[in-house]
């Protein structure tokens, strides 16, 4: 995980383990997965924080210069995938009654992706959804990184000496392109599925980057790095 091709290839395997029960047949409507598939796919998630646990440890990312926990990378991450899963879903629903691929099948509805998406988000990552709810909204479409290329440094005391001399440390969110925003409205944002049920639709983004549109949202604050 020292390159970068290294470092993504790790997460976007580990991300797709996350959602994966929101892309498989054997988890809606109620079906009992059998215990196999999961068993290992917590084997997978368990060797994926591992690693990440390892990662932390041995290399520090600067993104922009700025160095960053690597949470604020697979939170960014997860979200902006969930959000461009979800985009997807709801453009291929437009399209068709179901999201079914052959007759027999467990007909699968983009509401019904949408609900296993958030249920994974709320259980595992919470404080992510909120920024899933923008990218979603935004039309974001992009399953790739979208943020700065990061760069990966051997961790030594001499780098940890230098960083917390010039910067803030090593922070849990990039004050160039902050994710995690704190609700000062009590009520939590509309959930995707809520919303589709009212007509609404994502708009497209010009790029999948940037900040989310402020009209109608509830006054928000950053959290302190």
Known sequence: MSSE?????????????ILSPAFDRRYHRGQMPPPTLVAERSYALGHFHSLLNIFSLRFIILLGGEPVAISYVV???????AAAAMVFAYAVGERHEDLRISEGEVPMTAPMFAKQIEEILHDSYPKVLSYYSRCFK??????????PDPQILPRSEDLETIISLSTNGEMLDNPAEPIYLVELDSSPPPSIVAVSHLGKRPVSGRNGKGSADGDGEAKKKKLPS
């Not at 091709?5 to 383990?17: K, Q």
């Not at 935004?138 to 943020?147: A, Q």
């Open 138 to 147: 935004r039309g974001h479409s992009h399953f790739l990184w979208t943020g």
């Open 5 to 17: 091709v290294e470092f993504f290839d790790i997460l976007y395997l580990g991300i797709f383990a």
């Open 75 to 81: 939170d960014r991450m997860l979200a902006e995938f």
